[in-house]
Nanobody, 120 residues
Framework: EVQLVESGGGLVQPGGSLRLSCAVS????????MSWVRQAPGKGLEWVSA???????YYAESMKGRFTISRDNAKNTLYLQMNSLKSEDTAVYYC??????????????WGQGTPVNVSS
């Protein structure tokens, strides 16, 4: 059974940092690209970042320079380091498994999400 379990969300002040984790099981993590996608209150899904099977990284324009995606294949875990957080980063953050090793932006499995609230 494929499972993706996010953690690390919470309440943080503007300008602060958080590191999200996504622990995966049930598939060969090394073989697939992974993404982070978020949903702000009352809005649709927004792609945040992706990492390919061999570590190639991609970011949405508004996240460049603030967010860093990474993966630890030995631990079957995906990460998102978020710095210089803004109120507009408030959202539920989901990790998602891509269909293949490269960035296709097509996902077959999702985690349950972890909420991030950026507020003073």
């Amino acid at each position: 059974e494929v499972q993706l379990v996010e953690s690390g969300g919470g309440l943080v002040q503007p300008g602060g940092s958080l590191r999200l984790s996504c622990a995966v099981s049930g598939f060969t993590f090394d073989d697939y690209a992974m993404s982070w996608v978020r949903q702000a209150p009352g809005k649709g899904l927004e792609w945040v970042s992706a990492i390919t099977w061999n570590g190639g990284t991609y970011y949405a324009e508004s996240m460049k320079g603030r967010f860093t995606i990474s993966r630890d294949n030995a631990k079957n875990t995906l990460y998102l380091q978020m710095n210089s957080l803004k109120s507009e980063d408030t959202a539920v953050y989901y990790c998602a498994k891509d269909y293949g090793p490269h960035r296709y932006d097509a996902y077959d499995y999702w985690g349950q999400g972890t909420p991030v609230n950026v507020s003073s």
